[in-house]
C-alpha cells in the first residue's frame, strides 16, 4: 500500500495567532491533527506538545521494538491499536505535567485526531479526543467516521434538533473532552478497512464548521490529482465562509 499525503495549516481571518498543528510521519505512517486552546500562546503549546510526543512515541517504538512503553497493552486489543492509544494517552500526560508546572499555562488543552495505517495494509486505525474529526472520502462520497466530543453532539443525542436550533445552539464549541484537562483520558478508537483510492481526512473545527461535508467531498474530487492543491482548496473555502477559526487539515490518498 502506498500512501500520498498532503497538510496544511491557515490562521484563518480573524484569529492573531495559530494554536493548530499537524504532523506527517510518513516512515511511521501516522498523521496527525491537534486543534489548542487555553488562550495567549498555550493552545499553540498544547497542540505542538500533542504532535510532537505523538511523533517521538512512534519513531521510539518503530525502531525499537523492545522500547518500554508506559502502560501495558491491552491484550484485547491489536498491537497496533494499541500504540495509537498510548501515544494519544502519553501526549495527554506530557501535555497535563507542563500545564501543571508552568501557571502561564494552566488551563491548556488541545483536541486530537489521528490516523495511523497498517504496514500491510488494507486498514487504518483512527484514535480522537476532542472535535477534531476524521472523515473517509470513497467513490465520490465523503462520511464522517469519528464523533465530537462535544455539548452539542451531546445534546443532538439526547434529543432531536432542528437546524434552525442547531445553528442557533449558544455553545456550539464548548468541547467535553480534550487532551491535557485530566491526568488520563479517554480516546477513541476505530479501525477502518481501506481500498485502493479512498481519501482520508484529517481536520479540525475550522474547516468542517465552516465548510459542510458535501462540499468538502466536491473539493477533493475535483482535485483527487493533486492533495496539496485540495487542501489548499479546503482552506480556501473555509476562509470564504468567513474564516472565524485557524484552519488545519492533512489529507491521505491509499493506492495499491
Same mark, same amino acid.
Given at each position: 500500500?502506498?500512501?500520498?499525503? *498532503?497538510?496544511? %495549516?491557515?490562521?484563518g ?7 493548530? *498543528? ?18 495567549h ?6 497542540s @505542538? ?6 511523533? =517521538? ?9 523492545? +522500547? ?8 484485547a @486489543?491489536?498491537?497496533?491499536? &494499541? ?8 501526549? &495527554? ?9 508552568? =501557571? ?10 489521528? $490516523? ?10 483512527v ?5 477534531s ?6 467513490? !465520490? #462520497? ?7 466530543? #462535544?455539548l452539542? &453532539?451531546d ?6 434538533? %432542528?437546524?434552525?436550533?442547531? =445553528? #442557533? ?8 473532552r480534550?487532551?491535557g ?9 476505530l479501525?477502518?478497512?481501506? =481500498? ?11 474547516? #468542517?464548521?465552516?465548510? /459542510?461535508d458535501?462540499?468538502? !467531498? ?10 496539496? +492543491? $485540495? +487542501?489548499?482548496?479546503?482552506v /480556501?473555502?473555509a476562509?470564504? +465562509?468567513?474564516?472565524? /477559526?485557524?484552519?488545519t ?8
Amino acid at each position: 500500500m502506498r500512501l500520498h499525503v *498532503a497538510g496544511t %495549516t491557515d490562521v484563518g481571518l480573524k484569529r492573531a495567532h495559530n494554536e493548530d *498543528a499537524f504532523l506527517l510521519l510518513p516512515e511511521e505512517q501516522l498523521y496527525c491533527v491537534a486543534d489548542g486552546m487555553g488562550g495567549h500562546a498555550s493552545g499553540e503549546v498544547a497542540s @505542538r506538545l500533542a504532535v510532537e510526543e505523538m511523533a =517521538e512515541f512512534f519513531r521510539l517504538t518503530g525502531r525499537d521494538e523492545e +522500547a518500554t512503553w508506559p502502560w501495558p497493552e491491552d491484550p484485547a @486489543r491489536r498491537q497496533d491499536e &494499541n500504540r495509537v492509544l498510548t501515544g494519544v494517552k502519553l501526549a &495527554n500526560l506530557r501535555i497535563f505535567e507542563r500545564a501543571q508546572s508552568d =501557571e502561564r499555562l494552566r488551563g491548556m488543552g488541545t483536541t486530537l485526531v489521528c $490516523a495511523h495505517f497498517e504496514r500491510a495494509g488494507g486498514a487504518v486505525v483512527v484514535g480522537h479526543v476532542g472535535d477534531s474529526r476524521a472523515y473517509l472520502w470513497r467513490g !465520490g #462520497s465523503l462520511r464522517q467516521v469519528t464523533e465530537d466530543h #462535544s455539548l452539542l &453532539n451531546d445534546y443532538l443525542k439526547a434529543r432531536r434538533l %432542528t437546524p434552525e436550533e442547531v =445553528e #442557533s445552539f449558544p455553545h456550539k464549541n464548548v468541547i467535553v473532552r480534550a487532551l491535557g484537562m485530566k491526568e488520563t483520558v479517554e480516546v477513541d478508537l476505530l479501525r477502518l478497512p481501506v =481500498e485502493e483510492g479512498d481519501v482520508l481526512l484529517l481536520c479540525c473545527d475550522g474547516l #468542517s464548521g465552516m465548510v /459542510d461535508d458535501e462540499r468538502m !467531498g466536491e473539493l477533493i474530487r475535483l482535485h483527487l490529482g493533486d492533495l496539496k +492543491a $485540495a +487542501a489548499q482548496a479546503l482552506v /480556501d473555502a473555509a476562509n470564504e +465562509a468567513g474564516g472565524v /477559526d485557524n484552519i488545519t487539515c492533512v489529507l491521505v490518498q491509499v493506492h495499491a
